[in-house]
């Protein structure tokens, strides 16, 4: 349970299923969304199990993570590895066996970006923010496309939305993107606000995840309020692209209102407990948006 991070994999899995329930095509059905969440939590608890081998020494050295299994010694970097590559194999083919073959090879790409490419970074540059917030934003994707079946960027738009099966073709393509977008522009108030808050600790395990070499930083706050709102008109797209109603613009508008307000706070008070604030504001944001979505789906007939 620890080394697969239990907590996180379950908040990302948590937006998996949302958004595999989210597609116009999806109905409720108890067997293939518990499919669907051990699936999740395998792929995602296996980059976990990575990650604590990869940085199994600086985990050492901070306080938070001193007494992770690798890290504190009481599983070795080989049983986890083993681990780890055992229920990612699971993971990915229950994925394919179950939902599509894009649905496997996004899960794929997102384990092996998040284990391989992110995890390195972390003590390289900044950029791993943006690194981590792909595979970060992933599951989201991964969870539409679970349902929907292939997505693209460059579907066509629809000139008349009330062409119903013209705007469902045009919904399963595209609007997949937008609910990524949601989760990936959240990742970076979410990541800064911890950094923020664990500066000793990253700072003494070679950690470079602030925008600012100096550390928290003005520059830093200013960083956290602009994402956020960007964050507003892509958590407003949903409504738009006709997957969601009024109800949930609103709801998801007075959420990025209120995380904005709270980066806004940062900036103005500088200190931990403002970046604490906008971490667990981050930590509501997510299951009070998607959630939203979901209950106000619009379903296609």
């Given at each position: 349970m620890v080394l697969m991070k239990f907590t996180l994999s379950f908040t990302v899995v948590f937006t998996c299923v949302i958004c595999y329930l989210m597609a116009p095509n999806i109905l409720f059905n108890l067997k293939m969304v518990l499919i669907l969440f051990v699936a999740g939590m395998f792929v995602?608890?296996?980059?976990?199990?990575?990650?604590?081998?990869?940085?199994?020494?600086?985990?050492a050295k901070m306080k938070r993570t001193a007494d992770r299994p690798v890290a504190s010694g009481r599983v070795s970097p080989m049983a986890a590895s083993v681990f780890a590559g055992v229920i990612g194999i699971i993971g990915i083919f229950l994925m394919y066996q179950y939902f599509n073959l894009n649905s496997a090879l996004l899960s794929a790409f997102s384990l092996f970006f998040y284990a391989f490419v992110y995890t390195p970074l972390k003590k390289v540059s900044s950029i791993a923010v943006l690194a981590g917030a792909l595979p970060g934003g992933l599951p989201c994707l991964i969870g539409w496309v679970a349902g929907a079946g292939f997505v693209s960027p460059f579907a066509h738009i629809p000139v008349d939305p009330a062409l119903n099966l013209e705007h469902r073709e045009f919904v399963s393509n595209v609007a997949g993107w937008a609910l990524f977008g949601i989760q990936f522009l959240w990742q970076f108030p979410h990541f800064w606000a911890i950094a923020w808050v664990a500066h000793s600790d990253y700072t003494k395990a070679g950690f470079k995840l602030l925008p600012a070499d100096k550390g928290p930083t003005k520059f830093t706050a200013i960083q956290t309020i602009m994402y956020s709102v960007v964050m507003l008109p892509i958590g407003i797209l949903p409504y738009f692209m006709g997957i969601s109603g009024w109800i949930s613009l609103i709801i998801v508008s007075i959420a990025n209102l209120f995380l904005i307000m709270q980066c806004v706070r940062l900036y103005i008070q500088m200190d931990v407990k403002a970046a604490r604030r906008v971490m667990f504001s981050c930590y509501i944001y997510l299951p009070v948006v998607y959630l939203a979505l979901l209950v106000d789906k619009v379903h296609f007939i």
């Open positions: 995602t608890g296996s980059a976990s199990a990575i990650n604590q081998v990869v940085e199994k020494d600086t985990d």
